[in-house]
């Protein structure tokens, strides 16, 4: 019965963390070009705020991850796979081009588009067992490609 409820409860973090997200994005393309730093940051707490206890992964490990550093722990490369998969750049076991270029476009600063864009076309073929895995793979490729701008807002 527990378990149930903290299914259901977990469903509906990630449910209302997608909303939001969904929400900035659609705020970007219909309101401004952009949103800033600050509301990407709150956008990226809200999802940490549900896959940070659905992966385990800690905050040591994710402060390390936001600030470039892609540690292996399985936590944390499934904490990225969530991440991905509730902003819908992952997709059907593939990453999702076409949605993490739209992303990029309207919600990404211009200090951090352009970057995350070429990354993107550089990486976006890359392949994995799960979403843990892809998205280790694709984040790390991304930070081969341009590591002087990689990000990832964890």
């Given at each position: 019965?527990?378990?149930s409820?903290?299914d ?6 990630l449910?209302l963390?997608?909303t ?8 970007a393309?219909?309101?401004s070009p952009?949103?800033t730093?600050?509301q ?5 707490k809200m999802v940490r705020g549900?896959?940070?206890?659905k992966t385990?992964a800690t905050?040591?490990q994710?402060?390390a991850?936001a ?6 722990e399985?936590?944390?490369k499934?904490?990225?796979g ?6 819908r750049?992952i997709?059907?076991g593939k990453?999702?081009a076409k949605m993490?270029?739209?992303q990029a476009e309207?919600?990404?600063p211009?200090?951090r588009?352009?970057a995350?864009?070429e990354?993107?076309?550089?990486c ?11 998205a ?10 341009n590591?002087?701008k ?5």
């Amino acid at each position: 019965m527990e378990a149930s409820r903290r299914d259901r409860r977990d469903g509906v973090s990630l449910l209302l963390a997608a909303t939001a997200i969904l929400a900035l994005t659609w705020h970007a393309a219909s309101a401004s070009p952009v949103v800033t730093d600050e509301q990407l940051a709150k956008a990226a707490k809200m999802v940490r705020g549900v896959c940070q206890p659905k992966t385990g992964a800690t905050d040591a490990q994710l402060d390390a991850l936001a600030s470039g550093i892609l540690g292996e722990e399985m936590e944390v490369k499934c904490y990225m796979g969530c991440l991905m998969a509730t902003t819908r750049t992952i997709k059907n076991g593939k990453i999702d081009a076409k949605m993490m270029k739209m992303q990029a476009e309207k919600m990404m600063p211009p200090h951090r588009r352009d970057a995350t864009i070429e990354s993107l076309a550089a990486c976006k073929d890359e392949t994995g067992a799960d979403n843990c895995e892809l998205a280790f793979n694709y984040l790390t490729c991304a930070k081969k490609f341009n590591p002087e701008k990689f990000f990832f807002p964890a």
